[in-house]
């Protein structure tokens, strides 16, 4: 299994996609299997964002100035979707915006997913070396287990808190 902190996000995007295309499949199904699929995206974009504002992200500000504009944007990014996943986490499937609200972090997070993988990592690529996309991949993956797995959990809340107060 790789380290490099690209693919091991680039894997997590491709976890993320399947899961939005099962609900995308299931939205006209039985509300079990819809509230099943968004537990299991709201536990794959938790842990997902928190390794991304915790390590990556951090890094990337630190070792690349240049690309503090990107960072800042993917963090807002990030915390619109902290948003709508606390919104989902309180919800049944039965409710009648269950769907509606899904869809739109869908849509959301697919847009950042592709802007992180046509623009953004091809510049960290490009500017850092492997060495330093493993070491930062190993960082991700040590934190990974003790990583929020629901948007409610209290390392998620204070993530998404520190989007606002930042």
Request: glycine letters at 2%; a negative charge.
């Amino acid at each position: 299994m790789s380290t490099d902190a690209i693919v091991l996000l680039k894997e997590d995007h491709k976890e993320m996609r399947r899961l939005f295309k099962a609900f995308q499949d299931a939205e006209e199904g039985p509300a079990s299997q819809r509230q099943k699929l968004v537990d299991q995206i709201l536990e794959a974009l938790t842990v997902h964002t928190y390794l991304e504002n915790e390590v990556m992200y951090p890094e990337v500000r630190r070792l690349l100035p240049d690309l503090e504009d990107d960072i800042l944007e993917s963090y807002e990014e990030h915390h619109v979707a902290d948003v709508l996943c606390a919104e989902l986490a309180g919800m049944d499937a039965t409710d009648e915006r269950f769907n509606a609200k899904t869809t739109v972090l869908i849509e959301n997070v697919t847009h950042h997913v592709e802007e992180e993988e046509e623009e953004w990592f091809p510049k960290v690529r490009d500017a850092l070396g492997r060495k330093q996309l493993q070491e930062i991949g190993e960082r991700m993956i040590a934190l990974r287990a003790d990583a929020p797995r629901t948007p409610t959990a209290p390392k998620a809340i204070k993530k998404a808190m520190d989007a606002v107060t930042a």
